[in-house]
């Protein structure tokens, strides 16, 4: 089978020897990012009565859900936190993406009724679930469940809505070579459990409602509209008309105490100002590869419409309109390593890395990264592909803490709370750096 290839054993405490000053938190995730985590039947079913994954945007599985005869789609959870054990780690937030035994040494066990985490089953942490917020347990008239409008990510302190479960950049000489979204959304309608595809500015207002005004946890504080890239007309509407829409019905409902972040392609000034008054706080035209030829070869939808050099100007320009803090584009970090067309080398791709914050941040720009999950169904998920080593991740993270030291920039607007302990964030582990 193509994809993921078997990773090879390692030492977890000569990594956290290593890197003595980065929190063994920070060095955990980027590891159960990149390795995955298996699931004990007695883990599932007692995970599948809390925030269960709802499958907002990728898989970020690392096996196919047709694979999966455990119904783990169903019962893994959204997100886990681990913590305490045998090294006293601080609470961390993470991504569940769920792997099979022998591909991970990450396992998370039912023990005596309470949920650990275990490396290579060894006791490594005590692992904490989100209890389904309120809203969970409502319905639209249609009888669509309000979490598959919006899904509660960040241990809530996000809520995500992909507008657009699909991508107008289509087929393998436009999508990009590492995303499966095109794909997850036909397969997990295919395993019965609801799955809408475009959702109505009235289905997102009514649930936004429910989330800020009726029913809200103390821990909600911002919302995220996402979507594939709009290339033609949609329902009539160009890319930017489509989206202001419904960041206007939104704003009318719920007023501009919690910070709105949208995610869209690479605009021009005018049209991110178009948005701004719309009432979007944080623009995210996501670059996900820096190096210029590998852009071209992994995101050839956006070389063919906007060009690498023209993104990134974009990108830079439009914190002018957002401010600092405010344009937060995603680097999907680790993929430029993708076989066959990747980096040769763990440390050119680091490299890489580095010059893309230097870049930005220079331009007041907070990029974020977002760990590379090989799934399988995207095109990279079709060739053999070793795991990329532990090393890479750790040294982008650091150089990403470095470099917004340097510039002296404000933390991504409403987006997580920083630092060990503190960050909800489950996409990577720069944000989880500092003491
Ligand atoms: S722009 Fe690229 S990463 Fe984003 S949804 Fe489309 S194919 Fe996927």
């Not at 995207?378 to 040294?395: A, F, K, M, R």
């Not at 650091?398 to 996409?427: D, H, Q, V």
């Amino acid at each position: 089978m193509p994809g993921k290839m078997p990773y090879e054993k390692y030492d977890l405490d000569m990594y956290f020897e290593k890197y003595r000053d980065v929190p063994k938190e920070v060095i955990i995730k980027e590891d159960l990012l990149r390795l995955g985590v298996h699931y004990t039947d007695a883990a599932l079913e007692e995970s599948s009565k809390y925030t269960t994954k709802s499958y907002y945007l990728f898989s970020y599985d690392q096996t196919d859900v047709e694979e999966m005869k455990r119904q783990e789609f169903l019962k893994a959870p959204e997100c886990f936190k681990f913590k305490a054990g045998p090294y006293d780690l601080r609470t961390s937030n993470n991504k569940s993406c769920i792997d099979k035994p022998g591909n991970t040494p990450y396992k998370i066990d039912c023990v005596d009724g309470k949920l650990q985490l275990f490396w290579e089953n060894n006791y490594l942490a005590d692992i904490e679930l989100r209890s389904k917020p309120p809203y969970y347990s409502h319905k639209l008239p249609d009888g669509t469940p309000y979490s598959d409008i919006a899904a509660s990510i960040f241990w809530g302190y996000l809520s995500f809505c992909t507008i657009l479960r699909s991508c107008q950049y289509w087929g393998t000489k436009e999508e990009c070579i590492f995303c499966d979204i095109n794909t997850n959304a036909r397969k997990q309608s295919k395993t019965g459990r609801p799955f809408m595809v475009f959702k109505s500015v009235e289905d997102v207002v009514t649930v936004m409602d429910t989330i800020f005004n009726k029913e809200r946890e103390p821990i909600n504080h911002a919302l995220l509209l996402t979507g594939g890239a709009i290339t033609k007309e949609l329902k009539h509407q160009s890319n930017i008309e489509f989206y202001a829409n419904y960041v206007r019905a939104i704003r009318e409902k719920i007023g501009y105490r919690w910070t709105l972040h949208l995610q869209t392609t690479a605009l021009t000034l005018d049209e991110c100002k178009i948005l701004k008054d719309a009432g979007v706080d944080c623009h995210h035209a996501n670059i996900e590869v820096w190096d210029k030829e590998k852009f071209k070869i992994f995101c050839p939808g956006k070389e063919e419409f906007v060009g690498r050099d023209e993104w990134v100007k974009r990108v830079c320009d439009s914190v002018n309109v957002f401010g600092e803090g405010g344009v937060v584009p995603t680097f999907v970090s680790g993929c430029e390593l993708g076989r066959p067309w990747g980096f040769e080398k763990w440390e050119d791709a680091a490299k890489s890395m580095k010059d893309a914050w230097e870049h930005l941040m220079s331009h007041g720009v907070t990029p974020r990264s977002s760990s590379w999950v090989i799934e399988p169904n995207s095109v990279l998920g079709q060739y053999d592909q070793p795991v990329v080593p532990l090393d890479y991740y750790i040294e982008v993270d650091i150089a990403w803490y470095e470099t917004w030291k340097k510039y002296s920039l404000p933390p991504i607007k409403g987006f997580t709370p920083m630092g060990p302990g503190r960050c909800l964030s489950i996409n990577s582990g720069h944000l989880d750096m500092g003491y």
